[in-house]
């Protein structure tokens, strides 16, 4: 037997835990999610600090307006990647404090504007614009920035789930209800999207999974649960390796796109092989089996010095820049030394 220390080339950990100002939330997530720190530890807590300090956070909370929003007001989602609801989403995945006081006007901003009248998040605040990529994208880092218990989230998490399963969601075609699938955005059950040729998107299941992963198990409800289940069935339906999940333009059905294979960060709407394995970690299933060629396309994709690229990148889109394209990224390595954590744990 080997644990995930044996498969990496050299050792990485001294590198993320530098005192990296430009990407402070390295030290900050490799103390805690790679050797196992106590949130109360204290360079744990002054590592949370320096987040706040210095690198992009405070680039993003400068360009914030006093009202709480960020570029433009009001539910829109763009321009990407520089609006509300964008900022927010980077800032949860840089591991910004959700108790600032600016972080929290923002949430309020982004729940009092993108819930629809069905009560799920949408992009631009209607119920046709329901997509459960931005709707899981949205909702996981309202969950982060610790909003689970106001029941504007508590409901969008409920319908996301209802959306997956089907219950109590009527067919696009009954007009006479909100709490029906439209024909743009998801447009049926299991994750099927007309953004996506009216496939079952990938994507959008990836995204949905992470929201509803972050949800404690006691705060589950049944089709919460439900949904999960149909989900990791469906991202396990496909080899992840390969990627060969449903993939079209509106109705023009495609080959996989080539960015499944480009490991990046911070994550959109667009995702990849290794936030797959991610989310199926976080939902029990590191060590199925059927994850073995994700995990050594991963394991593949390191350097000599245990470290993993930056392929995929919204720099020049976003308030500032994250790392360089084509260079060593702490970020990407960082979620592989996850993965591979939970895959292969140390015996003993």
Request: proline share 6%.
């Amino acid at each position: 037997m080997f644990g995930w220390k044996d498969i990496i080339n050299g050792d990485p950990v001294p590198w993320l835990l530098e005192n990296d100002k430009t990407q402070p939330g390295i030290r900050y997530y490799t103390l805690r999610d790679i050797l196992g720190r106590d949130e109360n530890d204290k360079e744990v807590k002054a590592a949370k600090a320096a987040i706040m300090a210095s690198g992009p956070v405070p680039v993003i909370l400068a360009a914030q307006q006093p009202e709480g929003y960020w570029d433009k007001a009001g539910s829109s989602s763009g321009p990407k990647y520089r609006g509300t609801q964008w900022a927010l989403v980077f800032m949860a995945q840089l591991g910004a404090d959700g108790a600032d006081p600016r972080i929290r006007t923002g949430c309020e901003y982004l729940l009092s504007h993108c819930v629809a009248s069905n009560g799920g998040l949408s992009w631009n605040s209607t119920a046709s614009g329901f997509e459960q990529c931005m709707a899981g994208i949205m909702g996981a880092a309202l969950i982060d920035f610790g909003w689970l218990n106001d029941q504007r989230l508590r409901t969008a998490m409920e319908w996301l789930a209802q959306t997956i399963t089907g219950k109590g969601v009527a067919d696009a075609s009954n007009r006479d209800t909100n709490k029906r699938y439209y024909k743009s955005g998801n447009s049926a059950p299991l994750f099927v999207c007309s953004m996506n040729a009216n496939l079952p998107c990938a994507w959008g299941a990836i995204s949905a999974m992470v929201a509803l992963s972050k949800v404690p198990p006691a705060q589950l409800t049944r089709n919460m649960q439900a949904a999960i289940k149909q989900g990791v069935d469906f991202l396990l339906s496909h080899d992840p390796a390969v990627a060969d999940y449903p993939f079209g333009s509106w109705n023009k059905p495609s080959r996989p796109s080539s960015n499944w294979f480009k490991l990046g960060y911070p994550i959109g709407y667009i995702t990849d092989v290794l936030q797959n394995l991610e989310v199926l970690a976080a939902l029990g299933q590191a060590k199925n089996p059927r994850l073995a060629n994700a995990l050594d396309l991963v394991i593949s994709k390191q350097n000599q010095q245990g470290r993993w690229l930056l392929e995929h990148t919204y720099n020049g889109k976003m308030w500032v820049n994250i790392e360089k394209k084509g260079q060593p990224s702490k970020w990407v390595t960082l979620r592989a030394l996850r993965v591979l954590k939970a895959a292969y744990p140390e015996i003993g």
